[in-house]
């Protein structure tokens, strides 16, 4: 029983191959965003790992996240610095209403929430999009917006939990960052990319490595 639970194909060592898989990227994940302006190609790499585990794909970790850390740096970068601006000026809105408008007026607010809202859902797709996807910063931002749209149900789940993320890490930052740093991020990554695998694979991704090595 033993040489069959640890044969190379048994549900045993691949389960125990994608927990060792996850650990690895979760460790780099953190490690490539800590300068911060790579966040954007820290994250785009994370899904290209954790959808590939989903896959079956069994990905070389750190070859294949460096690889579309390299290939998708500047593109993520500017998505990042635009969801950063986008963040900022409706932020800024809001606290100009609060801070110079009546309380009575104060209502006008709920456009920049709706915003802010509407930029966090498609920021959730637009990074794991750019993971598998070859398309333009254009057609990344209005595919994210199609797809957290006609996903609605997803899209609020995802809210959901990431703003309870957010309020852990704020309440409880020292647990929660503990948590996170060990395999936290690549495993909240990997829940979502239960849903985003088959969201991709419905517009024609092709979930693998393979062609790719080909190339190379």
Not at 5 to 26: C, M
Not at 39 to 49: E, F, M, N, Q
């Amino acid at each position: 029983m033993a040489s069959s639970f640890f044969s190379p194909k048994s549900r045993g060592t691949r389960f125990l191959t994608a927990i060792a898989n996850l650990i690895l990227v979760n460790i780099i994940f953190v490690i490539t965003s800590l300068p911060v302006f790579t966040l954007g190609a820290s994250v785009t790499s994370l899904y290209r790992i954790t959808i590939a585990i989903l896959a079956g794909d069994n990905p070389s970790v750190f070859r294949d996240y460096m690889r579309c850390f390299r290939d998708n740096f500047f593109k993520a970068t500017g998505l990042l610095l635009f969801y950063a601006a986008a963040v900022a000026l409706f932020v800024f809105e809001v606290y100009m209403v609060k801070t110079t408008m009546p309380a009575e007026s104060q209502w006008v607010a709920f456009t920049a929430y709706f915003f802010l809202i509407l930029l966090a859902a498609c920021s959730l797709y637009t990074f794991p999009l750019l993971a598998w996807f070859d398309e333009t910063f254009v057609q990344l931002l209005k595919n994210s917006l199609f797809i957290s749209i006609t996903n609605l149900p997803v899209t609020i789940m995802y809210l959901v939990i990431s703003a309870g993320f957010a309020y852990l890490v704020y309440q409880f930052p020292t647990i929660t960052l503990s948590g996170m740093i060990f395999m936290g991020f690549a495993v909240l990554a990997l829940f979502y990319s239960l849903f985003l695998k088959k969201i991709f694979e419905k517009l024609g991704a092709v979930i693998s490595f393979k062609e790719s090595e080909e190339k190379d």
